[in-house]
């Protein structure tokens, strides 16, 4: 195991503990409102202060993006982190949630980790070395038909905006796919693409944090990513695609028409 991987998986690990820990007490944390439909606990403050901690006592002078502390130091080694993927998921006691872990080494990602502590799976992943659950190496589903394929998504709640523009993609894969969910975990949704549980997935508006890690996931598994006109500027604009190479293409042909030319610049 590359040793930059171990220390991401340990990190991740510790904040699953606390996340764990605290899922009963739920109704008693601190919340505080961060935008529209966006919150923060003191169990994410916590869990992303135990990641941050072991990371830097490792790699004391590599750089950090994360959710609640924003960005600091080096940009030649940055670790993007998620502490609590599912926030709002965690505060309903709905279970679907993660922890999301990735290491980007001079622009590209090199190490990625997705940890589901209600579940104890952990996903993880280095770039050329493929990518396992609980150790067993995964890969994309073989699905060749979009009417026969799964999909995952999720509403851009934080930005009403973009709601028109994701209702018409919303309304152009419904019927021609098998089913679309919505479980409110990005980071789990491109977990599940890399192991063969959803087929493909589509977002707008993530930030690099909910996907950096689900990204390399799926590469490594042999699947597709890009952003919605099919280009690779994903972690910026943070409107997502992925899937199997089948139904990632597949899925690009049926939502690119319904892009508006302001959404496409």
């Not at 073989?142 to 026969?148: I, M, P």
Request: with cysteine; hydrophobic share 40%.
């Amino acid at each position: 195991m590359h040793p930059m991987l171990n220390i991401a998986i340990r990190a991740a690990r510790a904040a699953g503990d606390i996340i764990v820990r605290h899922m009963d007490r739920v109704q008693g944390l601190e919340v505080s409102p961060k935008g529209y439909n966006d919150f923060v606990t003191e169990v994410d403050r916590m869990a992303e202060e135990a990641i941050i901690r072991r990371i830097h006592k490792a790699y004391p002078h590599h750089g950090i993006i994360a959710e609640e502390s924003g960005q600091q130091g080096s940009d030649k080694y940055q670790w993007i982190i998620d502490p609590l993927d599912g926030t709002i998921n965690y505060l309903h006691g709905f279970p679907q949630y993660a922890v999301s872990v990735a290491l980007r080494h001079r622009g590209i990602l090199e190490q990625g980790v997705v940890y589901d502590p209600l579940r104890q799976e952990l996903f993880t992943a280095t770039r050329g070395a493929g990518a396992l659950m609980n150790d067993r190496r995964i890969r994309v589903s073989q699905q060749k038909r979009l009417e026969h394929a799964l999909i995952g998504t999720g509403f851009p709640f934080k930005d009403q905006e973009r709601l028109d523009i994701y209702l018409a993609t919303f309304k152009a894969l419904s019927p021609i796919t098998s089913g679309i969910r919505r479980a409110g975990s990005a980071a789990l949704d491109l977990a599940y693409i890399a192991c063969g549980r959803l087929d493909g997935f589509w977002e707008f508006g993530l930030r690099e944090w909910d996907m950096a890690a689900g990204v390399l996931l799926v590469q490594e598994a042999g699947g597709l990513v890009s952003d919605l006109n099919g280009d690779h500027d994903y972690l910026r604009t943070g409107n997502i695609a992925a899937g199997n190479p089948k139904i990632f293409k597949a899925m690009i042909r049926a939502i690119q028409p319904h892009l508006s030319g302001s959404f496409q610049q």
